[in-house]
Structures are given as C-alpha cells and as structure tokens.
Nanobody, 117 residues
Framework: QVQLVESGGGLVQAGGSLRLSCAASGRTFSNYRMGWFRQAPGKEREFVARIGWTTGSTYYANSVKGRFTISRDTAKNMVYLQMNSLKPEDTAVYYC??????????WGKGTLVTVSS
C-alpha cells in the first residue's frame, strides 16, 4: 500500500514562496509518476505538475508554468513542489499523487495553501 504524506502548506502573502513536500512509502517507485494536484473551494481537483520517478521528466499546468517547480529525491523517497510568485488563485488544498500506466493511483490527504492578497 502506497502512503503519501504531504507537508509544508500554510499562509503566505501574494508574491511569496512555499515548498511542499511529499513523503512516499510502501512501494518501489521506479515505475511511478509522481504529481501534485490541487482543489480550491467549490472547484474540482486539478492537475498542477508531474514528474517521472526514474526519468525526472516534468510536466506542468499552464497556470503554474514558470512559477512552480516539481522535483524528487529518489534516495529519500520525497517529492517536492517549489511554489514561487504565489497568487491568491493558488489557494487550495494540494494533494500528492502517485500513479502508474497500469492503473495504480494513490493520493495523500492534502496540505492547505492559503495565499492572501
């Protein structure tokens, strides 16, 4: 069973930065893609960023491209999301996700990011 535990959320002013962390355990992640999604109040969960565990290839939503950076530390089984130039519309619960092309799809419980104007 994959376990994903997010941390690093909080309250930040617009223009500020936060780094989210996701501690992953329970599997060997070599076949996984690791990602971050977010869900704002009253909205559906949306994709933010993804990274290939082995390849390190990254992919971003247009809304965060150039401001957010996803990375992973394979030795520590950690995934990070560095968020810069935060905007009030980035306010959401951020979820760590692990999935594979064979249909595995696991989620953390989320961490709240609030960006004040």
């Amino acid at each position: 069973q994959v376990q994903l535990v997010e941390s690093g959320g909080g309250l930040v002013q617009a223009g500020g930065s936060l780094r989210l962390s996701c501690a992953a355990s329970g599997r060997t992640f070599s076949n996984y893609r690791m990602g971050w999604f977010r869900q704002a109040p009253g909205k559906e969960r949306e994709f933010v960023a993804r990274i290939g565990w082995t390849t390190g290839s990254t992919y971003y939503a247009n809304s965060v491209k150039g401001r957010f950076t996803i990375s992973r530390d394979t030795a520590k089984n950690m995934v990070y999301l560095q968020m810069n130039s935060l905007k009030p519309e980035d306010t959401a619960v951020y979820y760590c996700n692990a999935d594979t092309l064979t249909g595995v799809n696991d989620w953390g419980k989320g961490t709240l990011v609030t960006v004040s104007s």
